[in-house]
């Protein structure tokens, strides 16, 4: 993934609404993408997960929507907590290279009361 | 159970010295990764073993870095002459192997910073 340098980008939200985090990724042969969440001082947490062969993923609150055809991925979260606020970052795999996750440069959420 | 652990959780060395890093995955857990995190930046990935073999070491940044898993289990990376550069977080990660679908199981990293 491209890298933004020291400063995210950064999505300020408003407890209770609904956020949305957009990701481009960068191979079109990528088949399997993952939405991380990573809290300061700690690994990063699988969220949800997609593969190509599907456009729409849903789990508790959170939505995970791919298209193909622009290379774009993008996690909804639905009825924003505080307990949200981290960064996201979005990876993606190709099956000729298992194993090998390409990262995202993250985008920083900050929930707001 | 567990989660993934590494350590030690900080380190600081002196550039020039050798250092090494060390994972525990998950019990059971076939696949172990090994990725850096740069201050602000995402996982660059380094290294992923299955078993005790690494198919892919194309991540590693150059011959200074090498990785060893033994057992199937504990993986130490290791950092011979280090550089400045090399100051980053390190993360392990640990999956089963499932086919395509796997999910990471990341470890809280070792802070390594080189004076």
């Known amino acids: 993934g491209e890298s933004v340098g020291l400063h995210l980008p950064t999505l300020s939200v408003q407890e209770g609404d609904n956020s949305i985090i957009n990701c481009a990724y960068s191979?079109?042969?990528?088949?399997?993408f993952i939405w991380y969440k990573q809290e300061s001082g700690k690994g990063p947490q699988f969220i949800i997960d997609i593969r190509s062969n599907m456009d729409k993923r849903q789990g508790q609150r959170v939505t995970v929507l791919l298209n193909k055809t622009v290379k774009h991925l993008s996690l909804q979260i639905a009825a924003t907590q505080p307990g949200d606020s981290a960064v996201y970052f979005c990876a993606e795999n190709m099956r000729v290279s298992w194993g090998k996750l390409q990262f995202g440069a993250g985008t920083q959420v900050v929930v707001t009361p | 159970g567990a989660g993934v652990s590494q350590s030690p959780s900080n380190k600081v060395t002196e550039k020039g010295k050798d250092v090494e890093l060390r994972c525990d995955p998950i019990?059971?857990?076939?696949?172990l990764y090994w990725y850096r995190q740069s201050l602000g930046q995402g996982l660059e990935f380094l290294i992923y073993?299955?078993?005790?073999?690494?198919?892919?070491k194309s991540g590693l940044p150059s011959d200074r870095f090498s990785a060893e898993r033994t057992g199937g289990s504990v993986s130490t990376l290791t950092i011979q002459r280090t550089q400045q550069e090399d100051s980053a977080v390190y993360l392990c990660?640990?999956?089963?192997?499932?086919?395509?679908?796997?999910?990471?199981?990341f470890g809280p990293g070792t802070r390594l910073t080189v004076t």
């Open positions: 019990s059971g857990h076939t696949a």
């Open positions: 073993f299955q078993g005790n073999s690494a198919p892919d």
């Open positions: 191979n079109s042969a990528s088949d399997y």
């Open positions: 990660a640990s999956s089963l192997l499932q086919g395509l679908i796997y999910e990471q199981y």
